[in-house]
């Protein structure tokens, strides 16, 4: 859920995948988990202490909902409202070209209910994602 990534002054946009070995020259990152990032950082670059950044802020709505995802509303696809099927899942097939081989895409679901009883803000999922292969 983080892009791009600052590693000292050098900006790397490149998420490993291992479809594409070839990005060691200007660095990439990998996302492993919620909670680790391998880094492969640019090469010939002087050994020294670097500062590592991350960007990826939350989309919020204030009152209405809080994202984990979407950096402030800028990388986000709204998906118009999907029903649920007879066992309770909802889904929505995204359609794939080659181009999007090893892209990496994050997803967030938020419920809308518009009883008397809703909560506010708005019951969001956790954040997940998916590699197309």
């Given amino acids: 859920m983080i892009s791009p990534l600052r590693f000292g002054t050098k900006t790397i946009t490149q998420i490993w995948t291992n479809v594409h070995d070839n990005y060691w020259a200007n660095g990439s990152f990998r996302i492993v988990s919620n909670s680790e990032v391998l880094i492969y ?43 649920f099927d007879a066992n309770g899942v909802a889904a929505q097939k995204l359609n794939t070209v080659a181009a999007m081989k090893g892209l990496t895409i994050y997803m967030q679901a938020g419920l809308l209910d518009l009883t008397p009883s809703a909560t506010w803000p708005l019951p969001v999922s956790d954040s997940f994602s998916t590699t197309y292969r």
């Fill in 41 to 83: 950082p640019p090469q010939a670059l002087t050994p020294a202490t670097y500062a590592i950044t991350v960007s990826n802020k939350p989309s919020v709505a204030p009152g209405f909902y809080n994202l984990a995802i979407g950096n402030n509303f800028t990388n986000l696809w709204l998906f118009p409202r999907i029903g």
